[in-house]
């Protein structure tokens, strides 16, 4: 099965400590403004999602959600959460940490994008 959002051994290691401290999580794709483009991590049900988001998967069992209008520009990419040392999003639970989620892509094969479209 081919998996629209994927994530690092280090970000997956980052998500269990933050599960540890602060319970369940989810992950919203930032579109832009004031904390850039970047995967947002929250407490699970604090950002409330609605119509207009789309749910891409699951990394380390937290729902990952993005803009339906983002979605469909990066729709022919699978998402790859990773972390780097750094200050991320203010509102994202990870900054506390000295790292920051950042999302990296690759383009799906034509292989990937029929299966994907089935």
Sequence with gaps: MIE???AT???LQLIETLKERHGPLMFHQSGGCCDGSSPMCYPEGEFLTGR???L???IGGC???MNAAQFDYWK???LIIDVV???GGM???EGREGKRFLTRSRMFTEEERAELNR
């Design 9 to 11: 051994e280090e970000a």
């Design 4 to 6: 629209r959002v994927t």
């Design 63 to 65: 729902p990952f959600y």
């Design 56 to 58: 891409l998967g699951e």
């Design 76 to 78: 022919h990419t699978q």
């Design 52 to 54: 207009s988001d789309v």
């Design 91 to 93: 509102f994202s639970l």
């Design 85 to 87: 040392d750094g200050q």
